[in-house]
């Protein structure tokens, strides 16, 4: 199985790194940052691709690490060419754009599997499958916190431009719409705030979101672009008819640094989680999507559940900008 | 100083006397309770004077009288105290309905007596550690927060907190108010607008009123929130539950969790994880201020208006639920 990896910046190069752990070879890699690919290429002895059309011959799986805009386009074009998809998330920038990228993989008969890696981390796992397990009875009330601060970019940064990333209420806290929907089933209504809608000079970014869920559930998302680097908190508390589960990485974090500094530390360009763990949870998933394009095993993420969740992200802007809440339409009937 | 309790439906009242035995220059006058098998065993049990009906222990002129009914009877005994010229203290909610939260403010207002609404968050010392922060301009501005007020279903205490007529209603009323003025005293702006969602998961067989429920509301100076005001705890979590926010800011963010000073207990006799409490009692601190406002004869530090506000927000967020929209708060 050869993958061409499509974008080079933090999270192409973690894919690539994942994909190594796999028995597929990486073809190579295609980015608007030729240097960077170059460096990846070598690393990985694959190739350099000028454009995703010269890539697209060469490979039989397509994983898209490209800005959230790109991701459309890109998608249809490998779909065409009847190429398997990875995708990252959000994975597309509207509903619109990714209920076409689902149809598009569908009828090409290719796979669509999206890269909702929160459904891999071990912490998140294991809290999905106690409530599976019936440990709490039925979720109730959840409470998803996703902290850290602003994307950098050396340059372009598009994570901030709402045209191409969507913002903190869809680039960040789509992590935690998909994890409630994976806890406590689909959402029929949408109610969102965030700083930067109300404060348009504030030098950090807030969202603050409340998802009502058909099984009469609720939760509660919270994503902060509003902490000094290189902080990156989660936490999650799912309280339930019979008990209650939670989850703060500050608390379970195993080693507590008191290292004396003696120059300035560098946070990289987007925060990430790390708790040290044997195996990377971007490479548990990378090894379950291997599986799935190798001997069609089931994974845990849905193409659907990408459109379900930028469905959430698209109505969680809507409402910022209204202050109503916003009912979402069912993606069976539309 | 007298002053007097009137009630234990709430449990607060007990703490109360505590509260006030260790004050100086204050006297515990008595108590007084329209069950009067309660109030007569408490009485007894806390060695305090018992009067058979709240006209007697008015009668023998208290300066003041701390509430502590059913939420929905609150009205007819801050008429009483005030017909009489005695100060309140009233627990909260200050009343479940505009109507009653009105008139207790108007009538005492008219009376010229002190009325102050028992939020003793107000009191905490991390919390006002905060809002001194806050008016030194430690934060810049601020542009939200991110709240709980999550506890265990209260009718471990009394059955009445989940009686939809006594309460008023279930969570939303039991938890909102707290936050709502906690939050109104660190922005001194007014609650504009409120989105609120409820359930009933937890304890479903058991009461009729919400047991979980997430708010989200927003300020006349564009600062926004979210309150989850859910009786989400179990039994046996370590503690009865808690009060915590995230507040965001020019500067960055804040947490505080206001019940986090604990020491963590497990005994053999429990057979579960307990935290015990040794941050400062912020009910004393607020009765405290009671009396002072009293001798002092001026007004609290928190007013009935600021109880009267809270239940406007409280009541919005109960529209919505019903609505399923952003409602504008009613504001008298």
Redesign the interface.
Known sequence: MKVGIVGVGFMGTTHASGWADTPAQIAGFTAETQDEAEKLAMQYQAKVYSSLDAMLPDVDVVDICSPTHLHHEMILKAAAAGKHIVCEKPLARTTQQAREVVEACSKAGVQLLVAHVVRFFPEYALAQSAIANGQIG????L?L?R?SYRPKKPAGNWFLEESKSGGILMDLMIHDYDYARWIAGDVE?V?A?R?TE??SD???D?G?V?L?HKS???S?I?G?W???PPTFITRFEI???H??IEFDSEATAPIHNLILKTGGSDAPDVGLPSSPVSESPYTTQLKEFYAALADGKPTRVRATDGLASVQIAEAALQSART???V?LQSLAEA | MKIGILSFAHHHGEAYISNLRRMDNVELLGVADDDTTRGEALAKQHEARYFPSYEALLEAKPDGVIICTENNRHRSLVEMAASCGVHVLCEKPIATTHADAKAIVDVCSQAGIVLMTAFPMRFSVPLLEIKARLDNGDFG?V??F?A?NQGELPTKHRAWFVDPDLAGGGAIMDHTVHLVDIMRWFIGSEVE?M?A???K????DEVQVE????E?L?FKN?????I?A?W???QY?PTWGGLTF?M???R??VFVDAFRQNINVYSHNAQRANWSYWGSDMNHAMVNEFASAIRENREPKVTGVDGLRAVEATLAAYESTRT???VQVQRA
């Not at chain 1, 039925?138 to 009330?141: D, I, L, R, T």
């Open positions: 039925k979720p109730a009330v409470r916190h902290g209504t109610s705030r700083v109300s404060h504030a030098p950090v807030y603050l409340i009502g009469g559930a609720l509660h919270a902060s509003a902490y000094p309280a339930g008819e008990g209650l202050n109503q809440p009912t | 501005n542009y939200c991110n709980t607008t989105y969602h409820s359930n998961i937890f304890h479903a047991t979980g429920a997430l989200m927003t564009n600062v926004f929130a979210t989850d859910s989400c705890r179990p979590w995230e965001v800011t020019q960055g963010a399923g929209q952003t």
